[in-house]
């Protein structure tokens, strides 16, 4: 991905920057999938003690509720 800012300054400083919208589109989007990816893999290292279900148990009990 490439973008494109335009730096605004004030009284000489770097103070804001401006992007496509659809350059911040793309950088929200991989700023999300990011999140999402640590929130997996904390989700998973938290629950790695844990045993498994079978899938056909977790029918069973859904058909039962």
């Keep these: 991905m490439s973008i ?6 004030k009284e ?3 103070k804001f920057v401006v992007l496509p919208y ?3 589109l793309a ?5 999300e999938d990011f999140q999402d990816l640590k929130d997996l893999r904390e989700a998973k ?3 790695s003690g844990e045993g ?3 899938l ?3 029918k069973d009990d859904l058909l039962k509720s």
């Design 4 to 9: 494109h800012p335009q730096v605004i300054e």
């Design 12 to 14: 000489g400083r770097k």
């Design 22 to 24: 659809e350059e911040f």
């Design 27 to 31: 950088i929200k989007e991989s700023l």
């Design 45 to 47: 290292a938290e629950s």
């Design 52 to 54: 498994t279900v079978r």
């Design 56 to 58: 056909a148990d977790v």
